[in-house]
């Protein structure tokens, strides 16, 4: 029985595969191991040009050991160009999907080579320079008919209008994100036009203090989700974004105090912009950006369509040494003033108990939305403080369509459940006469 179940391993099992099995196999390869099987056999010869997704990375981690020449930087382009010629010839598929990544911090730049920018059949391009201080440089051709998805991170646009040419040569482009991306000083304005554009992500950690500020304007009718991350060092200007239905702001001033009252501009010209949305992310810091003086009641735009309402610090998109928090209660309210229908609050950093208590006006308004729509709560970070329980029994008591309220109990409140139950008593008995709000106690996210 054993000798049965014996497997000659000189038989070749994996050439017998039928050729879109090992075409699967290889798309899971770094691209320069599928080339390398072209050798195995005269049937393997051409099968890696077969693979539609190709993943290209420039430099190992030996590789920060040794000097990145030129000659290197030559041989990677040329093998670049070699793999797309093969890919490009109309008897066999044609390239779908390219991931380039340079790993050395240290390379001294190289062109994309030419027929990056020429593949007719690429629906995926993500680019990863790893060094914002080069310039794109792209070639007076270029053919992308088919790219649906671009997202190029740490590099920079040079001063020739390259950046917008790439853009406008993607006819049907969907999903766009622009990374760590420098701007030469001697270009201050950048647009990205395209009617095809789903979703824009803009991410900038520029934290240098400066009063040089780059101006990004944005025409996309047909944008649904806008994320935005960054120093403020951006000027977003937003134009016809009509169909907008989802928009994450996370933005945040690093510059002398001279600075701040431009930088509120910018966050109201921001939240201008996207006044149509219909799910709305805050990050604290966009918030406390609103502080920097004038009366925020009257400057910022009402949203009517707004539903959903998310306050927090979203720490996965900032470096970890910037993530603090910040409560900003009295522009919140403010905010709330603003949002006449909206049904879902979240705040997953809680609001300050000192700062409510120092600034008692602030629960004196009522927002329009407490009165008329909001059904949903979630609130963080809450340690069952006196000043806690009196702002949910301000809800309670405000908020009288209110369905749900959920509350994420710190680490400390979450190991006293007896604590919690004393406060949810105390919650449902205040609001019994107003509201059939469910409240439920959950440990912190």
Same mark, same amino acid.
Request: hydrophobic content about 40%; proline content about 4%.
């Given at each position: ?22 075409? $699967? ?35 190992? &981690?030996?590789?920060? =050991? ?7 930087? /030559? ?67 270029? #053919? ?6 671009? $997202? ?25 994100? *622009?990374?760590?991306?420098?701007? /030469? ?33 944005? !025409? %996309? ?17 937003? !134009? ?7 928009? $994450?702001?996370?933005?945040? %001033?690093?510059? $002398? ?6 930088? =509120?501009?910018?966050? *109201?010209?921001?939240? *201008? ?69 909206? /049904? ?16 008692? @006006? ?33 809800? &309670? ?11 994420? #109990? ?5 190991? /006293?459940?007896?604590?919690? @139950? ?14 059939? #709000? ?8």
């Amino acid at each position: 029985m054993a000798k049965d179940m014996e497997v000659d391993s000189s038989v070749d099992r994996i050439s017998a595969l039928p050729e879109g099995v090992i075409c $699967h196999i290889l798309s899971f390869l770094p691209t320069k191991v599928a080339v390398q099987t072209s050798v195995l056999s005269t049937k393997w010869r051409k099968i890696y040009t077969l693979v539609s997704c190709i993943d290209l990375e420039f430099g190992t &981690l030996d590789d920060d =050991r040794e000097e990145i020449d030129a000659e290197k930087s /030559n041989r990677f382009s040329n093998f670049v160009d070699r793999v797309f010629f093969f890919h490009d010839k109309p008897s066999i598929h044609s390239i779908q999907e390219l991931d380039i990544y340079n790993h050395h911090f240290a390379f001294l730049g190289m062109p994309l080579p030419a027929s990056v920018f020429s593949c007719e059949t690429l629906v995926v391009l993500k680019v990863n320079l790893n060094s914002s201080y080069h310039a794109l440089k792209v070639p007076a051709r270029i #053919c992308l008919p088919n790219l649906k998805v671009l $997202h190029m991170h740490d590099f920079s646009f040079s001063n020739d209008g390259s950046g917008e040419k790439l853009l406008s040569s993607c006819p049907v482009l969907e999903d766009l994100v *622009l990374g760590s991306c420098a701007f /030469n000083n001697d270009r201050s304005k950048f647009k990205i036009s395209n009617s095809s554009l789903r979703r824009l992500t803009l991410q900038d950690y520029y934290t240098e203090l400066s009063d040089q500020f780059v101006q990004i304007m944005i !025409c %996309a009718p047909n944008l649904l989700l806008f994320k935005c991350t960054s120093g403020l060092r951006l000027d977003v200007i937003l !134009c016809n974004l009509s169909s907008l239905e989802d928009a $994450h702001i996370n933005v945040r %001033a690093y510059a $002398h105090e001279v600075y701040l009252v431009s930088y =509120r501009v910018r966050v *109201l010209k921001l939240l *201008l912009g996207i006044q149509g949305v219909k799910s709305l992310f805050l990050s604290n810091h966009t918030i406390e950006a609103l502080s920097y003086g004038g009366n925020l009641h009257a400057d910022l735009p009402t949203f009517h369509n707004l539903k959903f309402l998310q306050v927090d610090w979203p720490s996965v998109e900032y470096p970890r040494e910037f993530e603090d928090t910040i409560q900003t209660p009295k522009e919140l309210m403010d905010i709330l003033q603003k949002t006449p229908n909206l /049904n879902y609050l979240g705040m997953r950093e809680g609001l300050e108990p000192d700062a409510l208590s120092q600034e008692k @006006e602030i629960l004196n308004s009522i927002p329009q939305c407490f009165i008329s729509s909001l059904k949903r709560l979630d609130i963080a970070a809450f340690d069952g403080t006196a000043t806690d329980v009196h702002f949910l029994k301000y809800l &309670l008591e405000n908020a009288t369509l209110l369905q749900k309220m959920s509350i994420f #109990c710190t680490e400390k409140l979450s190991a /006293n459940l007896e604590k919690q @139950e004393e406060i949810k008593n105390e919650l449902e008995l205040f609001c019994a006469d107003t509201t059939s #709000c469910v409240i439920e106690f959950l440990p912190s996210e």
